[in-house]
T-cell receptor, first 112, second 115 residues
Framework: AQSVTQLDSQVPVFEEAPVELRCNYS??????LFWYVQYPNQGLQLLLK??????LVESINGFEAEFNKSQTSFHLRKPSVHISDTAEYFC??????????FGTGTKLQVIP | DAGVIQSPRHEVTEMGQEVTLRCKPI?????LFWYRQTMMRGLELLIY????????DSGMPEDRFSAKMPNASFSTLKIQPSEPRDSAVYFC?????????????FGPGTRLTVL
């Protein structure tokens, strides 16, 4: 069975500072990894995903995540956050059976 | 593209009443997912359909919950009778292709409050 662990439920960070949101997964088969973002009172939307190939994937708004197979991690990073990045971030893993397992989420609070 | 449409956006009902949540997936998508989100349990997959057929309903909490997808453009999630512990935000999502690599597109959710 697959699972996702997001150890940090909340991460406060000052504007323009770097941030890392941690995600670890467990799975017995090849996995596909995703980060979704949920802005207040909205549904989730895809931020980025790793399917294969380069282990570093990037989003259009400056976030990046690196797939590390040996550490079973897929941490999300941004070198300089903006107020508009305040949201909840969900890491997710799926397998060939299509079932997606979401983590419990990390609330990123950007402080002016 | 209007995205995934859910109705109602908010529902307040009393314990014991029947509740029906509705979802219209993105046109052309052939997979549909129902999720429940609560503070205590996070985001839980309730059921998902592929080509209108229920594939995995292992997340449906109990017999009070049922879901249907009569055609490619409409799905319902029904709770009968409703209980206060059903209070949550219910999301519908759809994806194309039916593959595990596909992005899921979420609707805005229905916030259900059972008094």
């Amino acid at each position: 069975a697959q699972s996702v662990t997001q150890l940090d439920s909340q991460v406060p960070v000052f504007e323009e500072a770097p941030v890392e949101l941690r995600c670890n997964y467990s799975s017995s088969v090849s996995v596909y990894l995703f980060w979704y973002v949920q802005y207040p009172n909205q549904g989730l939307q895809l931020l980025l995903k790793y399917l294969s190939g380069s282990t570093l994937v990037e989003s259009i708004n400056g976030f990046e995540a690196e797939f590390n197979k040996s550490q079973t991690s897929f941490h999300l990073r941004k070198p300089s956050v903006h107020i508009s990045d305040t949201a909840e971030y969900f890491c997710a893993v799926s397998d060939r059976d299509q079932k997606v397992t979401f983590g419990t989420g990390t609330k990123l609070q950007v402080i002016p | 593209d209007a995205g995934v449409i859910q109705s109602p956006r908010h529902e307040v009902t009393e314990m014991g009443q029947e509740v029906t949540l509705r979802c219209k997936p993105i046109s052309g998508h052939n997979s549909l997912f129902w999720y429940r989100q609560t503070m205590m349990r996070g985001l839980e997959l309730l059921i998902y359909f592929n080509n209108n057929v229920p594939i995995d309903d292992s997340g449906m909490p109990e017999d009070r919950f049922s879901a249907k997808m009569p055609n490619a453009s409409f799905s319902t999630l029904k709770i009968q009778p409703s209980e206060p512990r059903d209070s949550a935000v219910y999301f519908c999502a759809s994806s194309s292709g039916g593959l595990s690599t596909d992005t899921q597109y979420f609707g805005p959710g229905t916030r259900l409050t059972v008094l």
